[in-house]
């Protein structure tokens, strides 16, 4: 799957607008400003013009353009003091004034130093991919959303404590993770559990999450993932096997596999899932994989070198409890 030139004007077509957006709303508040306030207006044009004035008095005067430049200094940052203080007075700050962009980082530009901006990459994943699933996710997924008294505190026979018990801790690890994350290297998460435990809820917080730290997140189901994969296997036999699709699943800093084993997986896609999941650990790309499955079974679907990978590079996360979809359903009158 390729990215079209059309999708990749569209793309630079919404970060112009995004900019704009962004710069029309902070004229509006400047403009708000200026009419509660003129004295900042006045200040505003003054320190606009010190260039050209300096530059008149220099050529008039021919003053030692030292002596001009310093004293030129001194003006503006009185006259930035006073309207500091203005602004603060009227209950501003001087950041009210600044234009507030979606991408802090690249201005909504898209591009930094000449390169492409993790926003950028992560318009061309969802460009690339089913779009209405990862907004889906991305959209109603997130922790502020999260709640845990969803979960119920009653222990269930063969559990070692109560499905909140368990979230509980969970959530503590994945705080604790999110918070050094990337800097201190890649999350690689293993949720099992039975349907409707919260596994892909949580996948997608911390999706969000990632994405807010200005990362690139791509959502998979496993279906599709093989689906991907076996298309990849068959271009390759073509000799061509660099498609986008490819690359973002090796590159993007974090790759969800949701419900791993629900695509009834052969010999060839079950060793390209393997290979795709080493070379996300090669590479120190973070992974999460959620399944029904337990380990056991893994095994046996897949190979005894899937489980070892995942035993010794992911963190096991076990959800417990009953189908949270179903407990909403029967409270429902
Ligand atoms: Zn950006």
Request: proline fraction near 2%; aromatic fraction near 8%.
């Amino acid at each position: 799957m390729s990215l079209s030139e059309q999708d990749y004007r569209n793309i630079l077509q919404k970060y112009e607008e995004k900019r704009s957006r962004a710069l029309q709303q902070r004229d509006l508040r400047i403009q708000e400003v200026y009419e509660r306030i003129p004295e900042i207006g006045r200040i505003d044009r003054q320190i606009e013009s010190f260039g050209i004035r300096s530059m008149q008095a220099y050529l008039q005067s021919h003053e030692d353009p030292v002596q001009l430049l310093k004293k030129v200094r001194t003006e503006v940052e009185e006259l930035r003091a006073r309207r500091s203080f203005l602004l603060r007075l009227a209950g501003y700050s001087n950041e009210d004034l600044m234009p507030v962009y979606e991408c802090p980082i690249c201005q909504d530009t898209g591009f930094v130093d000449g390169k492409r901006c993790r926003c950028f990459e992560q318009q061309l994943i969802e460009s690339a991919y089913d779009r209405s699933h990862m907004k889906n996710l991305l959209q109603q997924d997130n922790f502020k959303h999260f709640d845990l008294d969803l979960f119920s505190t009653a222990k269930r026979e063969n559990e070692a404590c109560s499905a909140r018990t368990q979230m509980e801790t969970i959530l503590n690890a994945v705080h604790n993770d999110l918070e050094a994350f990337p800097s201190q290297g890649p999350i690689n998460y293993l949720f099992t559990g039975s349907t409707g435990t919260g596994k892909t809820f949580l996948a997608g917080c911390i999706a969000k999450e990632v994405l807010d730290k200005g990362c690139t997140v791509l959502y998979l189901s496993a279906y599709d993932l093989a689906a991907q994969l076996s298309d990849r296997r068959f271009h390759y036999r073509d000799g061509d096997s660099s498609s986008d699709a490819w690359q973002y699943m090796q590159d993007c800093d974090l790759l969800i596999i949701d419900d791993l084993g629900t695509e009834a997986p052969n010999k060839a896609s079950a060793a390209d899932i393997l290979h795709l999941i080493d070379l996300r650990l090669q590479y120190g790309r973070s992974t999460i994989i959620t399944t029904n499955l337990e380990l056991a079974a893994i095994g046996k679907l897949y190979t005894d070198r899937m489980v070892s990978r995942l035993l010794g590079s992911y963190r096991l996360m076990r959800f417990l409890g009953a189908d949270l979809r179903l407990a909403h359903l029967n409270q429902v009158p």
